[in-house]
């Protein structure tokens, strides 16, 4: 089965710096990755995913990811943060639905609180 | 062109009444599926629906069950509540059951 896990439960970082946020998979087959953020009593909004391709995938709002198959991570990155971006933010993977035959069921992480400040 | 939209957005049932939320997929999406989200927690996959069948299940109780019509919304049922049933109740659609997931704003279910 597979599993997520988001080593942080928050993140502080000072506006216009660096970000990152971390997310280390277990996946059977290929990995689908992908990032959510959540702010207050709303659902999730997708940021970016990968499939296959190139490791580094670029998404919403500025946000990167960098796929890292041999440490099986996925860490969300930002070059400059914004107080904007203080939000909860969820990594999740995918079935490989060729090995389950189907569904595109999510697995979700704890999420990792990001809290951007002046 | 409007996304996922779930109804009610709050509602608040007493333990071991039933409840029904719902939930209209975005546009061009044929496929529907249901997540958990407890408090502090990430959201946790109950089932997928697709050409009016359950297509995947969860870790969840026979007391969660769901529908999905010819329009290819959908309806989330939970029996008997339970205070651990009280969760932001998220929605997701998709192009087939293969395809990507886009999230409705969730139903806040409180159980008194």
């Known amino acids: 089965a597979q599993s997520v896990a988001q080593p942080e439960d928050q993140v502080n970082v000072a506006e216009g710096n660096p970000l990152t946020v971390k997310c280390t998979y277990s996946v059977s087959g290929n990995p689908y990755l992908f990032w959510y953020v959540q702010y207050p009593n709303r659902g999730l909004q997708f940021l970016l995913k990968y499939i296959t391709g190139d490791n580094l995938v670029k998404g919403s709002y500025g946000f990167e990811a960098e796929f890292n198959k041999s440490q099986t991570s996925f860490h969300l990155k930002k070059p400059s943060a914004l107080v904007s971006d203080s939000a909860l933010y969820f990594c999740a993977v995918r079935d490989d639905w060729v090995l389950t035959g189907g569904g595109n069921k999510l697995t979700f992480g704890t999420g990792t609180q990001l809290k951007v400040e002046l | 062109d409007a996304g996922v939209t779930q109804s009610p957005t709050h509602l608040i049932k007493t333990r071991g009444q039933q409840v029904t939320l719902r939930c209209s997929p975005k546009s061009g999406h044929d496929t529907v599926s249901w997540y958990q989200q407890a408090l502090g927690q990430g959201p946790q996959f109950i089932f997928q629906y697709y050409e009016e069948e359950e297509r995947q299940r969860g870790n969840f109780p026979d007391r969660f069950s769901g529908h999905q019509f010819p329009n290819y919304s959908s309806e989330l049922n939970v029996n008997a509540l339970l205070l651990g049933d009280s969760a932001l109740y998220l929605c997701?659609?998709?192009?087939?059951?293969?395809?990507?997931?886009?999230f409705g704003q969730g139903t806040r279910l409180t159980v008194v």
């Open positions: 997701a659609s998709s192009v087939g059951p293969t395809g990507e997931s886009f």
